[in-house]
């Protein structure tokens, strides 16, 4: 990724909302280019991976959104991941912030951390030495990128009575409480201390993508996992007509790029107790008029969270 591009309009980002003296609230929509970032998934990430034996299983498409799945992807033993996203700004987190946080802090330090990243109380002084110090766990890219950031901000900010927080201008946080529940390495000291051994040795790399196109930005590729997150909820942009051919095409494409005996995690639904039982027409992805009957048999639902597919 082009790291002047990212510098410029994550600065461009952060420079918008000091002028407007308010950290804005995302397009939560509109993710394409450089936009707002979810520091921690809502997804009950933990949950459905527990759902499958992934002991054989050590490759895999992820989504980069949160960092949150593949970092519990790492935890469940996988070692080669290939992250894909349209908000660029997300390499810079999963890969550069977060990734150094978990280098760096162990369990209760990661934790305080993310306190204080989001603490209305935390210093811009302060604030800009955690970024500082984190840049030490970082590749050279995104220790350029993050001390820039840094810099930038405080310069902008360091006669302001009242600055507003950097990470509530860059972030969607759903909160310390949902954060540790969702994903696995967040559950307790153990399974972080288990993450934070295999991480530096893990092969993980992001490539901008539409999810749309997956299987043609990765032709020739193949991976034991791939995880979509809630994407599909999307996916009406690009479908505008024969929607649910198109989900079949779409299924079909994944599955070229899918090893034997892999797993495509297609879909999270995002409906706490969802009447899939009661009503057979119940919709499953936002704006997309498709229905469960028009998953394909092959396909399963599990405790109606997770629609998922186990290559044969």
């Known amino acids: 990724?082009?790291?002047?591009?990212?510098?410029?309009?994550?600065?461009?980002?952060?420079?918008?909302?000091i002028y407007k003296g308010r950290a804005n609230?995302?397009?939560?929509?509109?993710?394409?280019?450089?936009?707002?970032?979810?520091?921690?998934?809502?997804?009950?990430v933990a949950g459905y991976l527990d759902l499958v034996d992934l002991t054989d299983k050590s490759s895999a498409l992820c989504v980069a959104a949160s960092g949150d799945q593949a970092f519990s992807l790492i935890n469940k033993g996988l070692n080669n991941i290939q992250l894909f996203d349209i908000n660029k700004l997300?390499?810079?987190?999963?890969?550069?912030?977060?990734?150094?946080?978990?280098?760096?802090?162990?369990?209760?330090?990661?934790?305080?951390?993310f306190n204080s990243l989001f603490n209305y109380h935390t210093s811009l002084e302060e604030l800009t030495a955690i970024i500082i110090d984190l840049t030490k766990y970082m590749d050279d890219k995104y220790k350029?990128?993050?001390?820039?950031?840094a810099?930038?901000?405080?310069?902008?900010?360091?006669?302001?009575?009242?600055?507003?927080?950097?990470?509530d201008m860059l972030c969607n946080n759903f909160g310390l409480k949902l954060m540790c529940q969702s994903a696995n390495y967040l559950q307790n000291p153990e399974a972080y201390n288990y993450l934070q051994s295999q991480i530096a040795?893990?092969?993980?790399?992001?490539?901008?993508?539409?999810?749309?196109?997956?299987?043609?930005?990765?032709?020739?590729?193949?991976?034991?996992?791939?995880?979509?997150s809630n994407i599909l909820d999307y996916m009406h942009r690009t479908w505008l007509f024969d929607k649910d051919t198109?989900?079949?095409?779409?299924?079909?494409?994944?599955?070229?790029?899918?090893?034997?005996?892999?797993i495509i995690f297609l879909h999270y639904v995002f409906r706490e107790g969802s009447p899939i039982?009661?009503?057979?027409?119940?919709?499953?992805?936002?704006?997309?008029?498709?229905?469960?009957?028009?998953?394909?048999?092959?396909?399963?639902?599990?405790?109606?969270?997770?629609?998922?597919?186990r290559m044969r």
């Open 1 to 17: 990724m082009n790291l002047e591009e990212a510098l410029e309009m994550t600065k461009n980002l952060i420079g918008s909302q």
């Open 25 to 44: 609230l995302d397009e939560i929509h509109d993710f394409d280019g450089y936009h707002k970032v979810y520091f921690q998934t809502n997804e009950n």
């Open 90 to 113: 997300t390499e810079y987190f999963v890969l550069g912030l977060k990734r150094a946080m978990i280098l760096k802090y162990n369990y209760q330090d990661y934790i305080k951390t």
């Open 144 to 149: 350029v990128f993050w001390l820039n950031i």
């Open 151 to 167: 810099n930038y901000n405080y310069k902008l900010q360091q006669y302001i009575k009242e600055p507003l927080n950097l990470f």
């Open 201 to 228: 040795h893990t092969n993980i790399k992001f490539a901008y993508s539409n999810a749309s196109l997956l299987a043609k930005n990765f032709k020739g590729n193949k991976y034991d996992i791939i995880l979509l």
């Open 246 to 262: 198109k989900l079949k095409e779409y299924i079909k494409s994944l599955e070229k790029i899918t090893n034997q005996g892999g």
């Open 277 to 309: 039982d009661f009503y057979p027409n119940f919709y499953l992805f936002n704006d997309l008029d498709l229905e469960l009957k028009d998953i394909p048999d092959s396909y399963e639902l599990e405790k109606k969270q997770i629609i998922l597919k």
